[in-house]
């Protein structure tokens, strides 16, 4: 049965990220050549090595298994991928013998099963290194298309109360090798502003539904004027217009993570 770790797992745990800098940006060992993906001013660090696990046909699987590692203090997110199974994936390491002595713990103690320790260069955001920016935006919005249909469970700000519109974005750009801020408000801090006439694939779009200026929602821009978010408690992770008059008379601007 899965139980709460004894402090000598979760002291293993925390020696590792502190050391490890599990919070860390991934520094590729070697300059990479052009044409590579540029951060903009406020750099978003890239993840380094993470831990995916599970593969589920049925979503409330997933989860479960990430209500289960937020349990003991692990930040995780589910996603529904390409083999259309629903996975799991957490940590952010800078090596991959953290990632797998975590890994370890965590099935000898059956919080997992079998896992998969995700590398840097994986992810879209270092293959766009060689393939360009146009690359890493179409990864960004296949992601994001492959939310479709996908329950929004519980609504709510934080990572306890679910998969909230600032959790999908940050996940998108986790599952691309970009680690976005958690709230919305912080992902509004951070990149290029963007005119809504000149809006590009991957950019987020954010609004002020509650009024007074406050950034209280955010979706990813798909083009065509479209944007994918996760809507309010009970409905399913959806596209929408910007044109659309609510979203039109409640949005505040976009911003650029890449160019």
Not at 7 to 26: E, H, M, N, P
Not at 107 to 117: G, L, P, Q, T
Not at 132 to 147: C, M, N, R
Not at 159 to 183: A, H, K, W
């Amino acid at each position: 049965m899965r139980g709460k770790f004894p402090c000598s797992i979760l002291l293993l745990i925390a020696a590792i990220a502190l050391l490890g800098g599990c919070r860390g940006a991934y520094l590729p060992a070697r300059e990479p050549p052009l044409p590579r993906v540029k951060m903009v001013k406020k750099v978003l660090p890239r993840l380094g090595f993470t831990i995916q696990t599970g593969a589920f046909s049925q979503v409330d699987n997933a989860v479960k298994l990430v209500e289960d590692l937020r349990a003991q203090g692990i930040e995780a997110t589910y996603f529904k991928d390409r083999d259309s199974f629903f996975k799991v994936r957490f940590g952010n390491y800078r090596n991959r013998e953290d990632a797998v002595t975590v890994a370890v713990v965590l099935k000898s103690m059956r919080v997992i099963d079998e896992y998969y320790v995700v590398m840097p260069e994986e992810y879209a955001i270092s293959k766009g290194d060689e393939k360009g920016l146009l690359y890493v935006q179409e990864e960004l919005v296949k992601t994001a298309y492959s939310f479709l249909g996908v329950p929004y469970l519980w609504g709510g700000a934080s990572l306890e109360e679910g998969f909230d519109c600032s959790g999908l974005t940050m996940t998108v750009y986790q599952l691309n090798g970009i680690d976005l801020p958690r709230t919305a408000a912080k992902q509004y801090q951070l990149g290029e502003p963007v005119e809504k006439e000149e809006l590009e694939k991957g950019d987020l779009v954010f609004f002020s539904t509650a009024g007074r200026g406050k950034v209280t929602h955010v979706g990813i821009y798909v083009g065509e004027n479209k944007f994918i978010h996760a809507p309010r408690r009970g409905k399913r992770i959806n596209v929408e217009r910007l044109d659309n008059t609510y979203f039109a008379r409640h949005y505040i601007g976009a911003r650029r993570y890449l160019f």
